[in-house]
């Protein structure tokens, strides 16, 4: 089975396969996206949105859904917890992040925002701590509030929860967003941070970086 990751450094959404790919030590070729928008990505995912994945000559988009494939395919080590009402739980984080707080942040929202909308920029940028912090303060509740301790969110080893959680704390720490009030949110960044397959995603360790 060939995998080949269709994405870029700075794409959090890739980032979250990158990391999962990784932590499953599954060996994939990461291709370089120039412009998401250009003909030549269009043909590999019509929708203009990175990452997509290609595996042995099919492709696949959305990230969440790259990641379920992944997951069926390679079910060790687990990305979810074994027991149910925690797998919900640790979904429920990840979609937090997934489904509601990025796709109002995202790179083409903004461009829409002050092209079309002619939003000044540092109303942009208000815009855009203003979701963080509302999704933050309801993800720092769900660890706060977990009745299983666990070494990682939901698991003993980082999973979905944490794949989805580091892209989305580098992002708010680029937009300088005040994460004083989330000391759960950051001590479980800083524990996945350094970890290889985390370090092996991060946007600066990709061959496309501009460094
Ligand atoms: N729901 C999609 C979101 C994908 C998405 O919004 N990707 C952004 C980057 S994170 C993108 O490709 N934007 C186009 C661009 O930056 O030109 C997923 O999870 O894969």
């Given at each position: 089975?060939?995998?080949r990751l269709h994405s870029r450094y700075q794409n959090s959404a890739g980032q979250?396969v ?13 291709v370089p996206v120039p412009s998401a928008s250009s003909p030549e990505y269009r043909a590999v995912n019509p929708q203009g949105l990175m990452p997509a994945l290609e595996?042995?000559?099919?492709i696949v988009a959305q990230s969440m859904a790259i ?31 997934a489904?509601?707080?990025h796709p109002l942040n995202n790179n083409r929202v903004r461009k829409y925002l002050a092209g079309e ?91 496309d970086?501009?460094?």
């Amino acid at each position: 089975m060939t995998l080949r990751l269709h994405s870029r450094y700075q794409n959090s959404a890739g980032q979250r396969v990158r990391i999962v790919l990784n932590l499953k030590r599954i060996a994939y070729e990461y291709v370089p996206v120039p412009s998401a928008s250009s003909p030549e990505y269009r043909a590999v995912n019509p929708q203009g949105l990175m990452p997509a994945l290609e595996i042995d000559g099919q492709i696949v988009a959305q990230s969440m859904a790259i990641i379920a494939l992944i997951e069926e395919l390679h079910p060790e080590p687990a990305l979810l917890p074994a027991n149910p009402i925690e797998r919900a739980k640790a979904r429920a984080f990840a979609l937090l992040i997934a489904a509601d707080l990025h796709p109002l942040n995202n790179n083409r929202v903004r461009k829409y925002l002050a092209g079309e909308m002619e939003v000044p920029e540092e109303k942009i940028t208000t815009w855009y701590r203003h979701w963080v912090a509302t999704a933050f303060a309801s993800l720092e509740t769900a660890l706060a509030n977990r009745s299983i301790a666990t070494r990682f969110a939901f698991t003993d080893t980082p999973g979905l929860a944490e794949a989805c959680l580091v892209p989305q704390m580098a992002n708010a720490r680029r937009f300088e967003c005040d994460l004083t009030p989330y000391p759960l949110l950051v001590a479980l960044d800083a524990a996945c941070r350094d970890l290889p397959a985390f370090a092996a995603a991060a946007p600066e360790a990709q061959v496309d970086y501009p460094g």
